[in-house]
């Protein structure tokens, strides 16, 4: 087992999933301003410390995702959220794109930027104390996208990527997110998404990424937000683990899936069904960002000196999901252990 193999393990293994709580400045500000806080860098550390003190950490997650401002701030007790990250048994991630900016040749489409100077702020993140690292390529369904030059574009931007994070002895997630937005049906969704990660794992093959050091965060099969009608739990599982078999090789070791603007209900119910109906040898987890943080958020910007009551809302949210990792999660496990 390599080491790299061993960091993706520590990660995903044992039921447990990732935390994003990387969300740049920009996305942050607007998740705050919708629940009425005002964005600042003390706000954005007092809510994520909170999340990164709760119990749920040691059983639940196994890694978090920080973005560049959090990996450097200290916690009010002046050690740094790596350390407090790391006591918990967790592994410190880090967002090491800088963003999707508009794809010159299609300007309806983004490219993930960030290449520039990557080498260098790699060994400043591991020093830091940062063992795998995330960027995200974004891409969106309509009459004409996403083109092949997006997706060819994208999927050599986030090779290049992994293949620096790995000489820099750090685990890169693969994060391809098609999103929901549109009216297309969950063919379609299938469909584009084969061709995306057919894509990323060609790049990734040409520039010998180590697989078994990597994890895919994909998003599930579904049916665009507008699409006139809704996919079941049981379809969505079906098609994801067929889009994944047949695109994934087999030595990829784990897959974590992203909430991609889910509700937190639907992702924790759409995880587990994934997971009992798996009959793969991926581990299937999660990597949520929204659809973990979502109702701790909302109940901390009303009681914002409430650490206990905030960190049992997480707390609940990641166990639901720890339990969807291990197909026993259902509607009475939500009201049995609700905080
Ligand atoms: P969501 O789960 O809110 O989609 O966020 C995951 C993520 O990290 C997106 O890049």
């Keep these: 087992m390599t080491e790299l193999n061993k960091i993706v393990l520590k990660i995903i293994s044992n039921n447990k999933g990732i935390l994003a709580a ?15 806080v005002k964005s600042s860098p003390k706000t954005r550390l007092k809510f994520r410390e909170t999340l990164f003190s709760s119990d749920g950490m040691k059983s639940f997650i196994g890694g978090v995702i920080l973005y560049d401002e959090t990996i450097k701030q200290k916690t009010s007790s002046g050690i740094t959220i790596p350390e407090l990250i790391n006591k918990t048994g967790a592994l410190t991630g880090i967002k090491v ?35 795998f690292t995330k960027w995200r390529a974004v891409y969106s369904i309509s009459k004409s996208t996403p083109t092949k030059l997006s997706i060819i574009s ?5 090779a290049r990527y992994s293949s620096l994070v790995q000489e820099a002895k750090m685990v ?14 969950i063919e379609k969704c299938y469909e584009v998404t084969s061709e995306i990660l057919k894509n990323c794992y060609e790049q990734l093959n040409l520039f ?11 998003n599930m099969i579904l049916p665009g937000k507008k699409h006139k009608e809704k996919a079941s739990t049981e379809q969505i599982a079906k098609l994801t683990i067929n889009c994944l078999k047949e695109n994934v090789p ?23 069904t ?15 960002g929204r659809a973990l943080q979502q109702s701790a958020l909302k109940f901390w910007s009303k009681n914002q000196e409430d650490f206990e009551n905030t960190k049992k809302i997480f707390n609940h949210r990641s166990k639901m999901n720890s339990l969807s990792v291990k197909a026993e999660w259902s509607e009475a496990t939500e009201s049995k252990t609700a905080a």
Excluded: C, W
Aim: no cysteine.
């Design 22 to 36: 990387d969300e740049s400045t920009g996305t942050m500000t607007k998740r705050l301003d919708s629940v009425g």
């Design 97 to 131: 794109d800088t963003g999707a900016k508009i794809l010159s040749g299609s300007p309806n489409e983004k490219i993930t930027e960030g290449l520039d100077g990557l080498r260098e702020r790699l060994q400043e993140y591991y020093r830091l104390g940062a063992r």
């Design 154 to 158: 994208n999927a050599h931007a986030l």
């Design 172 to 185: 890169p997630i693969v994060e391809p997110e098609l999103l929901m937005d549109g009216d297309h049906g």
């Design 208 to 218: 010998n990424v180590d697989l078994s050091g990597t994890i895919l965060k994909p």
């Design 250 to 272: 087999s030595t990829v070791p784990g897959i974590a899936f992203l909430s991609g603007g889910q509700t937190e209900l639907e992702a924790t119910k759409n995880l587990n």
């Design 274 to 288: 994934i997971n009992k109906v798996n009959d793969t040898k991926f581990i299937m987890t999660f990597s949520y």
